[in-house]
């Protein structure tokens, strides 16, 4: 293979991106990557990548480098041009510009940005297509060097990048889908299962939304939030062996009742221990009803026994308990229980936990409703 | 780009490849395509894919291509061959062997197959990985032509090819993963609303198994398939609805009864359709308890007007319910239930479902528990 200084390996550049798309989450890494690598593989100032939006009609900037925080407003503009909608997007086909003042194409057409905001001279465009449609725009702006011109190789290296940013957005697109249609499915039997209890409509839900904002304040990587949200929204299905009666009592139960109560976590470990990998779930579930001190239940359970995502539920729980009306009193205002959360510290809660809980409560009140 | 006729362009190969690599659930034809790429570009009679087992151990043969059948159940041998297991798996480096008679790595080493039946005398090897493990190994072998020797470059391509099929693999598995994890969830959940009712313990699960066996007879497609088994897994799943006292009951329900035990295809819906795409699966739950002559619930929907996955469920959900004892009968036997859903052709339902429940019942007994 040629290898002269001037030219660049494609084979090198494309074994290098195509090692990095390994998983079909890492979506972002693959676009810096392809972009990085395309404007330095071609010698220009700029990269950028577009995507179309569901209706497969405008273009919206993704990612782009280069490109100085001014620009990168103007450079969002580029997606509405008509010249790159019509011959990347309806053709399909690649555009090269080496001068975009003279090149007959914009002869006449208003450009979408002025030039003096965003020197854009010339570029170099590929579509990026996905099963004959195309889903997005790979750009690259500005030659640099003596004779400023993107060539016939530049096409065929930016054809080729494309190519696999196309591919591993639709690897992507599937996970993600499989993934929404996984929750959206839980959430709806889990749905069902807190319609058996009129006190808590909508409950698991909102203690899955809290799990995952005070997971997020701990710094918990992806992986954990994902078995966090499964977990909390899977904590009361247990509740779907406790007899309905029990459940809608709108009194306060007798200590035989109580007890009775005081099975779900263990039910919903059982109904929740043939899912495949269930012990990364199965924990959050059976402990969200332990308590820091050791008080809780079923296993009393003390201080970092107790998993974290147990820790993590009852705090949610809790807040979420104390929030709503229930059969025996009215509902509390957040203030008042996120005080009385903060009061358990130590007691019913890890102090650790509550620190993540203050940090979210404060920085995103939306979470919490406040 | 040097392009001389003896070179193969590598580039061009690693993009063909790239393009097939299009999505995770085409691991088979990703491996075709890899193992008939580089078995031409390299110019040799065979090339083959192993894979390793859950305990990254053993090599398995997955796909072959270039063998007799006769040489195929030899070539399997390979992937327990030691040199092949020390360099690959355990030290994660290729290798090249152009003369297996002379090799210094094979003397005084006994071959897992006979040299007369599987001639095998040369071979390029490549190891997959994965997140730095090894999870299984890409072999050319026998290079044609009037050199017969694998070049440094041929372990380039081979290599390239390699990391190919690493990331489809694990594409595939991040897929299948959570796919598995969404399957044995909801069963899960199924298994509990089944468990309410003490007459029917792993009847959805069952009812899954035969609605996809019938599904398959009839030579639907796999997404259809999925949503057939998704929908007949969720069918009853409405029952979360009706009152436990009326799901036990041991006698025939009054007519009143019977009435509120008809919502709970209605209510299935309800409970389903903020599924995501719920429109796939709903229909199914909605019409399993509709008739082929019309005189079925909840809607006397009639013939074709019924979806195909409501007639498939139908059969299989009358199949499954009749060879269970029930609260006022024993379980018929199989044959007997078979020959009662068989006659109700044309009237409870549809008679091309019925052909294929046939097909299925006679090819697949295991799946009838025959």
Redesign the interface.
Known sequence: ??NSPK?YD??KI??KV??V?????NLKKICELVLRESQRALGADHASLFLTDDNHKHLILEQARGFTKDEIGNIKLLGSWEVINLQLVKRQKPLIVNNVNSNFLFKGKRLPFSREKLPVSSFIAAPLV??REVIGVLIVSNKKGSRHIFKKEDMRLIM?LS??VA?AL??AK??Q??????I??????V???D??DPYTGGHSERVMKYSIAIGKAMRLDDVRLENLG?SSLLHD?GK??I??ELLSKPLKLSSREEKQMMLHPSIGVK???????AQKIILGIKEHHERFDGKGYPCRLKGNAISLEGRIIAVADTFDALTTDRPYRNGHSKNKAFLEIRRASHKQFDPSVIRAFIISYAKQPDIWNV
Chains 1, 2 share one sequence.
Do not use: C
């Open positions: 293979m040629n030219e494609s084979t494309l074994l195509s090692n798309i390994s998983s079909p989450l996905k099963e080729a190519n696999h591919i639709l690897n599937l996970y889908d499989l993934r929404e249609l996984f959206s499915t839980i959430k709806s039997l749905r069902a299962v319609a058996k499964l299905v779907i062996g007899e309905e109904i929740v221990e043939t899912i495949k990998d």
